[in-house]
């Protein structure tokens, strides 16, 4: 059975687990530096989305300088690989 999505809905993620320490906010910082980051920098293919992200944060553990850390290391190891 083909279920279809209706018309001017967008996917969600909801990213859940019991306990601490899953690697869960790593992986939100990972698939949020994916969509933010454009597809090519500098000659450099990124793969990126270069698209919008919102991040309902209701403990207010989301670090904008966290996320740029991890950017920034995704582009250094990108710019090695080329």
């Known amino acids: 059975m083909r279920q279809h999505k209706p018309k001017g809905v ?3 993620v909801e990213i859940t687990s019991a306990g601490p320490g899953a690697g869960k906010t790593h992986l939100l910082y990972l ?3 994916m ?3 454009p597809p090519v920098h ?3 293919q990124l793969n990126g989305k270069g698209q919008a ?6 403990d ?4 904008v300088a966290r996320l740029a850390q991890v950017m920034q ?10």
């Open 53 to 58: 992200v919102v991040v309902i944060d209701t």
């Open 10 to 12: 967008e996917p969600v």
């Open 73 to 82: 290391h995704y582009i250094t190891q990108r710019n090695v690989e080329a």
């Open 35 to 37: 969509a933010v980051l």
């Open 31 to 33: 698939i949020t530096a």
């Open 42 to 44: 500098n000659g450099v």
């Open 60 to 63: 207010n553990h989301f670090s």
